[in-house]
């Protein structure tokens, strides 16, 4: 079985600061990798996932997630955050191509951008 | 509706009292998972659904803990005789078949938080 660790529990940052939330994963058989973003008071939404293919994945709203199969790592970066960014994120991991039966989830990195 | 639907949203209990959390999924989604957040805790997965059947019920923690769902839709998890320990953030989430075209998209409810006294 796969562990996610999100060593972050809480990070603050200024607004227009850049930020990393970290991530990494216990195997490096094929994996999976995704980040979920809980805004307040709503639930989890696919932030962006990586499949195959390219190792560097983007979101519509400026954050990146690079997958490193040495470091077993999938860290989520933005250059310069809003504070709409606050939010809750959850790394996960799924080792099953196309047979998503089993999440694993890490315990999540509350960001919080302040003025 | 459009989303993923829980109900309730809120429940208070008293040790020892069963409750029962529904989960309606989109529609069309014949996958359907169950998770439970605990404070300061990671999503931890309960069970899974394709269709009707449950190939992973490894999750669930006692045999207090029990789901089904039937006509490929609407879901319920029942706690019997609930304990403090129980007390969480369940999640429903739902997803497309398993297919080529799906991409991994688990679509989540907003939870039901339930608190056993």
């Known amino acids: 079985a796969q562990s996610v660790t999100q060593l972050d529990s809480q990070v603050p940052v200024f607004e227009e600061a850049p930020v990393e939330l970290r991530c990494n994963y216990s195997s490096s058989v094929s994996v999976y990798l995704f980040w979920y973003v809980q805004y307040p008071n709503q639930g989890l939404q696919l932030l962006l996932k990586?499949?195959?293919?390219?190792?560097l994945v983007e979101s519509i709203n400026g954050f990146e997630a690079e997958f490193n199969k040495s470091q077993t790592s999938f860290h989520l970066r933005k250059p310069s955050v809003h504070i709409s960014d606050t939010a809750e994120y959850f790394c996960?991991?799924?080792?099953?191509?196309?047979?998503?039966?089993?999440?694993?989830f890490g315990s999540g990195t509350k960001l919080n951008v302040k003025p | 509706g459009a989303g993923v639907s829980q109900s309730p949203s809120n429940k208070v209990t008293e040790k020892g009292k069963d409750v029962e959390l529904r989960c309606d999924p989109i529609?069309?989604?014949?996958?359907l998972y169950w998770y439970r957040q605990s404070l300061g805790q990671g999503l931890e997965f309960l069970i899974y659904f394709q269709g009707n059947s449950a190939p992973d019920k490894s999750g669930l923690p006692s045999d207090r803990f029990s789901a089904e769902r039937t006509g490929g839709s609407v879901s319920t998890l029942t706690i019997q005789r609930t304990q403090q320990e129980d007390s969480a953030v369940y999640l429903c989430?739902?997803?497309?078949?398993?297919?080529?075209?799906?991409?991994?998209?688990?679509?989540f409810g907003e939870g039901s938080r339930l608190t056993v006294l």
């Open positions: 996960a991991v799924s080792d099953h191509p196309y047979n998503f039966n089993k999440f694993y």
């Open positions: 989430a739902s997803s497309l078949a398993f297919t080529g075209a799906n991409t991994g998209e688990l679509f």
């Open positions: 990586y499949l195959s293919g390219s190792t």
């Open positions: 529609s069309g989604h014949t996958a």
